[in-house]
């Protein structure tokens, strides 16, 4: 799967430590004229309770664990903060159910 590839590049995490729970929607990023694609946002889980040191690959320059509010803050691009902000919502109903 493309998205545990990206993360295992951007982080260093294996696919063996996290799950696929969802997919929480796309969107069209047109960033570059000459590419036109769609991101595909994925709610994933890592397994285990330790959150292990991130290692991205030579072409990231830096990964981090933060809180999904600090994400909101950290994130410049507003298709992703939407995301983010979706999956928030949705953590917050799950837990007052």
């Not at 036109?36 to 030579?58: A, C, M, T």
């Amino acid at each position: 799967m493309t998205a545990l590839r990206e993360i295992r590049e951007e982080t260093g995490l294996l696919p063996g430590q996290l799950i696929v729970e969802h997919n929480l929607g796309s969107y069209a990023d047109n960033t570059f004229a000459d590419e036109h694609k769609e991101v595909f946002i994925y709610q994933i889980r890592l397994l285990g309770n330790n959150f292990p040191e991130l290692r991205p690959d030579s072409e990231h320059v830096e990964a981090k664990w933060v809180s999904i509010g600090d994400a909101i803050r950290l994130v410049a691009n507003t298709n992703q903060k939407y995301f983010i902000s979706k999956f928030e919502k949705a953590k917050i109903t799950q837990n007052n159910a």
